[in-house]
């Protein structure tokens, strides 16, 4: 059951990423609009995640885990009966923060429940466990949406969230709230609004030219204020919100880091794939949706690596998953707009590998010399800066796709002129006529699909970037330790 509630939050994650262009249509939004949909979902969870703690020794686990659920699932609900973009980036963004602390709160209850011997098999099948979900649901969802509309795919999630919330309250057992965490208000809405600055400026940049914009000038401001309260008040107040002394632990602090970079890189594609496969290469939804689904099979196969992998030096695996993805990062790159769906598949396979083997490794060495004590709030940073690193880097991405389509655009087009003799060739211009306006307005079509498709090059080269990055700084992670 545990489990069971975990799952649903992924499951939505990449239900959500396959209906972008559905949704997009509806609301008659922009590439950049529809992507808050995914963005500001991610970023209200990664600011509620530090919460998990407080909110469990306040009421308890049993309480904080079971209501969350059933908060997430009254709020998936909303978001499939929104009827604008607003009401819409609203409902998502209280589905992100009120299943906060499912995750983290899941991962605590099993590595509390287990020594430590087992844990590497547990957190095992605990990612094998959620991937199930991941498979199945961008499938169904994919096919609903195509059969009917985009807001079955939210609906259909709504009986197993009732399931889950009625097998939590019969299974987990029962637990006294300590309630001896005070909630440090001032460091919490401090990152709060830090972080919720930095997105706005990376979500509504592009659109407002960046730093000629008052808005953005503004939210800088605040944002680089705001993290400086955070910080001065974290080193001097007694019980900070987040206790940056846990950074002084050399694993836990590269794991961080790491998990951050894996947080880039693990929704960033399903986020910039349907729309470019919709809108440019013309894949069907429920072909996307089998496209993603790919990517939750590899997961589970990663996973079942990992078991292995495991029993050796943790950075064996992170080694060989980050080069995944980095190879996964190349093939993207190297695609076109004639791309079938069967080399697509085969990417997002290699991607869910990738996933899977480095989350396992990744997780054993950040908390390997973690004591019992700070592990609730260690695991709470996790997440936050894992979510936090999806958010950011989505936004940086389908901002650089909107940036370099608009200007591959405009250079593309000057080539279309009376003066270009290769638009003389019948075999060059092909079905195109530069001679009518109908002609005109094909050719500008295809320059459109080819211009998008330098921009989303560009994005999964910021992709590669990332994963190659991580690389270097695995070296420095230390071996297996006993915790303190």
Not at 160 to 179: E, W
Not at 268 to 293: K, N, R, S, Y
Not at 365 to 392: D, M, Q
Request: net charge positive; glycine share 8%.
């Amino acid at each position: 059951m545990v489990v069971m509630g975990s799952t649903l939050y992924a499951t939505t994650l990449l239900i959500a990423s396959t209906l972008l262009p559905q949704m997009q249509g509806t609301m008659s939004a922009t590439q950049d609009e529809i992507a808050w949909a995914m963005t500001f979902n991610i970023l209200a969870t990664a600011v509620m995640t530090p919460m998990t703690g407080w909110l469990a020794a306040r009421f308890g686990r049993r309480e904080t885990m079971t209501w969350s659920v059933l908060l997430f699932t009254a709020t998936t609900f909303m978001c499939g009966a929104s009827n604008s973009l607003e009401t819409l980036i609203l409902w998502r963004v209280l589905q992100g923060a009120l299943g906060a602390p499912v995750i983290p709160l899941s991962q605590t209850i099993l590595l509390d429940a287990f020594p430590k011997r087992q844990q590497g098999l547990v957190t095992s099948i605990f990612g094998m466990a959620v991937v199930i979900g991941p498979v199945i649901g961008p499938t169904l969802g994919g096919l609903l949406s195509e059969l009917y509309s985009w807001r079955w795919a939210f609906y259909m999630i709504v009986p197993v969230g009732l399931i889950s919330f009625i097998g939590l309250r019969l299974t987990l057992p029962a637990d006294r709230p300590t309630g001896r965490i005070a909630l440090d208000w001032t460091g919490f809405l401090s990152l709060s609004v830090a972080i919720a600055c930095v997105q706005l400026v990376l979500s509504r940049g592009q659109r407002l030219d960046w730093f000629d914009s008052g808005e953005i000038l503004i939210e800088t401001f605040v944002a680089i204020l705001a993290f400086w309260i955070f910080i001065a008040h974290s080193l001097t107040a007694r019980r900070p919100f987040l206790n940056l002394g846990l950074l002084r632990d050399r694993n836990y602090a590269l794991g961080l880091v790491l998990v951050m970079i894996y947080g880039m890189l693990n929704f960033t594609p399903m986020v910039l794939l349907p729309p470019l496969l919709q809108q440019h290469a013309g894949f069907p939804d429920m072909l996307i949706g089998e496209i993603i689904a790919a990517r939750g099979v590899g997961a589970t196969i990663g996973f079942f690596i990992a078991i292995f992998v495991g029993r050796m030096d943790p950075r064996i695996g992170l080694i060989g998953g980050f080069a995944l993805q980095v190879i996964s990062g190349l093939w993207l790159m190297a695609l076109d707009l004639n791309v079938d769906a069967a080399t697509l598949m085969a990417n997002s396979l290699v991607q869910g590998i990738a996933i899977g083997v480095i989350w396992v490794p990744l997780t054993l060495a950040t908390f390997a010399t973690t004591s019992s004590a700070n592990l609730a709030e260690g695991t709470a940073v996790y997440h936050l800066l894992r979510n936090i690193g999806s958010s950011f880097f989505i936004s940086i991405c389908v901002a650089e796709v909107v940036r370099a389509s608009s200007a591959n655009y405009s250079r593309l087009v000057e080539m279309v002129n009376p003066f270009n003799r290769s638009l003389l060739l019948p075999w060059v211009t092909g079905a195109w006529d530069t001679e009518t306006v109908t002609g005109l307005a094909k050719l500008s079509k295809e320059i459109s699909r080819q211009a998008a498709m330098l921009g989303y090059i560009n994005a999964f080269g910021l992709y590669t970037l990332a994963s190659a990055m991580a690389i270097p700084l695995i070296l420095l992670v230390g071996g297996r330790s006993r915790a303190r």
